[in-house]
């Protein structure tokens, strides 16, 4: 099923980020019928560096194919900027596309951009991101490919002047949008309210964040159609190898640390190792 398949359907749509094969695997085995492959943490797992506008294209493209090729459900892609101007947007949509995107999110900061949720953040011209938006539409193949546009408004240019900006990018043609770092239950229920009948909203849910951390149901209650929890998996991974490390330090071996982690048959249970052995036994001739 496709992702504009999934946001037709009754329910919100829930996408816990994702930023390797693994991770991937792990949220489609969990039951999760679209995934959000985040830039920041691909920028964390890859460079061990921040959300910082850091990480490019091909870097993003490449990490997209490798779990395109692993993993069935529809893949949200965080485009950042498109990685430069309108021709940028194009190619970044073309690429990704062909990497197995299922839709790509697109943001009005300026280049390096930085977490939504970080201060000082600037953006870049109203129209000049409607003419984003529309070389995104242009560029894209596929009719079922979703462009998702997204304010960062709300911290640099007030609430109002946000929901002015997501009125353009309505009207540029976006198929979602993504008001990013509302900072009360009002502001998310007061731009669901102006948005929710005309097009699909989407939520970001930060832990620690500026947003309030809400769980689906009441997302889904105020207006949202489509939830991710970008972060969430990186800062699990980060707590849980802390530990780890931390005890495999300690006392020189992993037994302590046994009831938390998978053993040899099953990871390699988990990926698939003895089903890949046959395969490439089938092919052996006399």
């Given at each position: ?113 930085r977490c939504g949720h970080l201060k000082d953040k600037t953006l870049i011209a109203g129209g000049e991101m409607v003419g984003k938006i529309k070389a995104a539409l242009d560029a ?117 640390f046994a009831d938390g982690m998978l053993d040899f048959k099953g990871i390699t249970d988990l990926v698939e190792t003895p089903e890949m052995l046959a395969l490439g036994k089938s092919?052996?001739?006399?």
């Amino acid at each position: 099923m496709t992702f504009r398949d999934l946001l037709q359907r009754p329910g919100i749509v829930v996408a816990p980020g994702i930023y390797d094969a693994l991770t991937g695997l792990l949220a489609e085995r969990a039951g999760f019928k679209a995934a959000y492959l985040t830039g920041a943490s691909i920028a964390y797992s890859r460079i061990g560096r921040p959300d910082i506008g850091l990480i490019g294209m091909d870097e993003v493209a490449s990490t997209l194919g490798n779990i395109a090729e692993r993993v069935g459900v529809p893949i949200v892609v965080d485009g950042d900027t498109g990685f430069g101007n309108a021709l940028n947007v194009q190619r970044t949509v073309r690429l990704f596309e062909r990497n197995g995107a299922a839709a790509i999110q697109l943001e009005d900061q300026t280049m390096p951009k930085r977490c939504g949720h970080l201060k000082d953040k600037t953006l870049i011209a109203g129209g000049e991101m409607v003419g984003k938006i529309k070389a995104a539409l242009d560029a894209r193949t596929r009719d079922d490919f979703v462009v998702i546009a997204r304010t960062d408004a709300i911290g640099v240019e007030g609430f109002d002047a946000a929901l002015e900006r997501a009125e353009r990018y309505l009207d540029a043609g976006a198929d979602m949008l993504f008001v990013e770092a509302p900072e009360s239950d009002a502001q998310m229920q007061g731009l669901c309210a102006r948005f929710k009948d005309r097009i699909p909203l989407m939520a970001n849910m930060v832990e620690g964040g500026k947003t309030p951390v809400l769980p689906a149901t009441e997302l889904e209650a105020i207006g949202y159609a489509f939830v991710i929890f970008p972060g969430g998996t990186a800062r699990a991974v980060a707590h849980h190898l802390t530990n780890y490390f931390g005890s495999l330090a300690k006392h020189g071996t992993t037994a302590p640390f046994a009831d938390g982690m998978l053993d040899f048959k099953g990871i390699t249970d988990l990926v698939e190792t003895p089903e890949m052995l046959a395969l490439g036994k089938s092919y052996e001739q006399d």
